[in-house]
């Protein structure tokens, strides 16, 4: 009889725990989600062909195939050249590949802006500096899995003097599966950024086509980047030129 009792209380802990809030509201995170993490040129190359077909299948449906496209070179440059320093590593490779499967797919890509639509990338950087957690501890949750491991004892100790082996090995198993389903919520609630983990950088790449004062198409994704890699996809400032006169 006892085993039973020590067992209601350890489900009605459990219940505890289920339903242990605070009574202000807290900040949620959303539902859980997944996100891509751009780290590689080939990656680069993916987003390109990509992007390359949306535009294709955009220029069909709005009846401008036959439409020349003028991609714009992520200086603002004309005829496609960017002086040194002036475009980041991620800019000058994105714009040559999708140069490449524009040209693969056969649309018709123009070297001036006179009489073509205009194709724009931009980049933009997001560093979040707070440390981001996956899932939150509710309140109350170490206590209520302390009490619950004292009630799990005592439900292991009836079952060995007053139920035999066989409660024994019941209780056991009991304690093994809660102890599983503690061991998934607690590190689901607990995972961290780190050297594998969730990074502080993300990238918002958005391409847009115009005719004249029209969009006829805008894409945007998101991606995790390195830390390190953040450079890739920013300008670099301008070169300061330093004169050096005699004394």
């Known amino acids: 009889m006892k085993v039973f009792v020590r067992f209601a209380f350890v489900l009605l802990t459990l219940c505890f725990l289920a339903g242990c809030y605070s009574q202000t509201p807290k900040p949620v995170t959303y539902k859980y989600s997944k996100q891509q993490k751009m780290q590689a040129a080939h990656h680069w190359d993916i987003l390109a062909e990509d992007v390359a077909e949306q535009i294709r299948l955009t220029l069909t449906q709005a009846g401008y195939l036959s439409q020349p496209v003028y991609v714009q070179p992520p200086c603002g440059a004309p005829f496609g050249e960017c002086a040194p320093h002036e475009e980041a590593p991620f800019g000058e490779g994105f714009y040559d590949l999708m140069l490449t499967h524009l040209v693969n797919k056969n649309i018709n890509v123009a070297i001036q802006r006179e009489k073509a639509l205009i194709v724009k990338t931009k980049a933009q950087v997001v560093y979040h500096r707070e440390k981001r957690l996956t899932r939150h501890f509710r309140p109350g949750l170490i206590s209520g899995v302390a009490t619950l491991a004292a009630g799990l004892a005592w439900v292991i100790r009836d079952a060995r003097v007053y139920g035999g082996w066989k409660d024994e090995g019941l209780a056991w198993t009991a304690a093994a599966l809660t102890g599983a389903v503690l ?65």
Not at 200 to 207: N, R, Y
Not at 219 to 225: A, E, G, P, V
């Open 183 to 247: 061991w998934d919520t607690t590190t689901g609630m607990s995972t961290k950024e780190g050297p594998s983990g969730v990074p502080h950088s993300e990238v918002i790449i958005t391409t847009s086509i115009r005719d004249y004062n029209a969009y006829l198409m805008r894409k945007t994704d998101i991606y995790y980047i390195n830390d390190a890699d953040y450079w890739h996809y920013q300008t670099p400032p301008p070169v300061q030129v330093i004169d050096v006169r005699d004394s």
